[in-house]
């Protein structure tokens, strides 16, 4: 199984064909978008596509999408309250079993009141799938944290974000990666690299945002996680590049 992850910037309906091909080009089985903002851009790409998908709105102006080569079995959205701004849980059919996905968006900002409130929602989401049935379950997203020892080139951020993390002087808080870890997800990406890995942003990489994080039955089938920069059309779909894993299945 192909999952791909990808911020699409708001997936307005002028950068369509630029978006269908970065995905086109993954060949993904599954796609994780998230400021998937315009409903019909979506509908749109599932359907070239051919796939299922499930699009909701999350609990600002930033909404997110889950699309699937396979029959998406549940779809529910959380994004009330320490959970935001949103997250889509999935359940997907394969051909030998069934696997839950949240596809989720936290809040942005590096300063430490949206550090800490993005350890509250990962707090709540550990909470939710502790109540669900035990099945293979990946964490995937814009988590908009940083994981232990990563770096952000910090110098290299627009100005305004360095006046900002000038305020916290240019400290970075690991609170949000650093619970899911404790509790035994894999980071699939540093699992695999050492390199940075940034996803953010095009043409400018500082920082890297997204995330696929696995349990420990997806962890141990783990075969490859890259991200996608590969594809011309990468440089006008989104100010976020596409983070690609794949499972044995």
């Known amino acids: 199984m192909r999952l791909l992850v990808y911020n699409i910037n708001g997936g307005d309906a002028d950068r369509i064909e630029s978006i ?3 995905l086109t080009h993954a060949r993904a089985d599954v796609i994780a978008l998230t400021e998937a903002n315009d ?4 509908k749109e790409i599932a359907a070239r596509l051919e796939f299922h998908f499930s699009w909701e709105r999350g609990s600002g102006d930033r909404h997110v999408a889950t699309l ?3 029959p998406i079995i549940v779809s529910h959205i959380h994004r009330t309250p320490p959970l935001t701004q949103a997250a889509l849980e ?11 996905i949240f596809n989720v968006h936290l809040l942005p900002y590096l300063l430490l009141p949206f550090e800490i409130r993005r350890w509250q929602a990962i707090g709540k989401l550990l909470e939710i799938i502790r109540s669900r049935e035990v099945m293979p379950t990946l964490i995937v997203g814009d988590l908009n944290a940083i994981a232990p020892k990563d770096r952000v080139l910090q110098h290299l951020n627009p100005p305004r974000m360095r006046r900002v993390m000038a305020l916290q002087f240019n400290i970075i808080f690991h609170f949000a990666i650093s619970r899911l870890l404790k ?6 990406y540093r699992y695999l690299h050492d390199d940075d890995g940034f996803t953010w942003m095009t043409g400018n990489r500082t920082t ?3 995330y696929v994080m696995a349990n420990n039955t997806m962890a141990s089938r783990l075969r490859s996680c ?5 594809v011309e059309a990468i440089n006008n779909a989104s100010d976020h590049l596409p983070l690609m894993a794949e499972f044995e299945t």
């Open 20 to 22: 269908y091909n970065v």
């Open 39 to 42: 409903e019909d851009v979506i």
């Open 68 to 70: 699937s080569r396979y």
């Open 90 to 100: 999935t359940v997907l059919q394969l051909p030998t079993e069934r696997i839950r």
């Open 183 to 188: 509790v035994g997800y894999t980071d699939c």
């Open 208 to 210: 890297r945002y997204d």
């Open 226 to 230: 890259c991200v996608v920069d590969d």
